[in-house]
């Protein structure tokens, strides 16, 4: 099934600089969407980006979308130890549920 | 405080038994997901409810079962046929509206012994 792929699978950065993640996906999408995960515990959502949307921002998160490419960029900047987790693409499928990939494990060093 | 409750946190189970697990919302949304998650992997999606009374098969159903008799619940139950059981649940909800946010629980992580 349709499935975002995440890259890297793992970064590792000191506190202050900016992460880059990307995500690509397969199939035609209407939104896509990201999300974080702290170890052991649920995902919290993140942002949203619409299919005609290009950039979103939310605080230290921009998020952009290219769906000639099919792919998607989290860029997180001045990050903090407490950004360490693992964050997910998710683009729906077909409208009913979302197909998250398999993450990219970001770990912050003070 | 409004959320999504998942029971029990912790679930060990022996080889044979079937095990349920529940999942309660008091988001007043419409559809609720259930998804596993193995270790360094993504998430998978087992069975989605988009109504109450009304269920569907995501990717990985075989082995499991739900049922959705209300708004707020959506228990799974994880079957002896599931030939691989061990792994991390996680249960969400959203508006049910053109798949938007979701809205996950805490998980409750499965050991078959």
């Known amino acids: 099934s349709q499935q975002g792929e995440e890259d890297p699978q793992a970064l590792s950065i000191q506190e202050g600089e900016n992460a880059t993640m990307n995500c690509s996906y397969k199939t035609s999408i209407n939104n896509l969407q990201w999300y974080r995960q702290n170890s052991g515990r649920g995902l919290v959502h993140l942002i949203l980006?619409?299919?005609?949307?290009r950039e979103k921002h939310s605080g230290r998160l921009r998020v952009t979308l290219d769906t000639s490419k099919k792919s998607s960029s989290l860029l997180i900047t001045a990050s903090r130890a407490a950004d360490t987790a693992s964050y997910f693409c998710a683009t729906d499928q077909a409208g009913t549920a979302l197909i998250f990939g398999k993450g990219t494990t970001l770990s912050v060093s003070s | 405080d409004g959320g999504i409750t998942q029971s029990p946190k912790y679930l060990f189970r022996k080889e044979g038994q079937n095990v349920t697990l529940s999942c309660e919302q008091n988001?007043?949304?419409?559809?609720m997901y259930w998804y596993r998650q193995d270790p360094g992997q993504g998430l998978r999606l087992i069975y989605y409810s988009q109504i109450v009374n009304d269920f569907q098969k995501g990717d990985i159903a075989e082995g499991y079962s739900v049922s959705r008799e209300k708004k707020e619940s959506f228990p799974l139950t994880v079957t002896s046929a599931q030939k691989n059981p061990t792994a991390f649940y996680l249960c969400?909800?959203?508006?049910?509206?053109?798949?938007?946010?979701?809205?996950f629980g805490e998980g409750s992580r499965l050991t078959v012994l």
């Open positions: 988001l007043n949304h419409d559809a």
């Open positions: 980006i619409r299919s005609n949307e």
């Open positions: 969400a909800s959203s508006t049910g509206r053109n798949t938007g946010e979701l809205f």
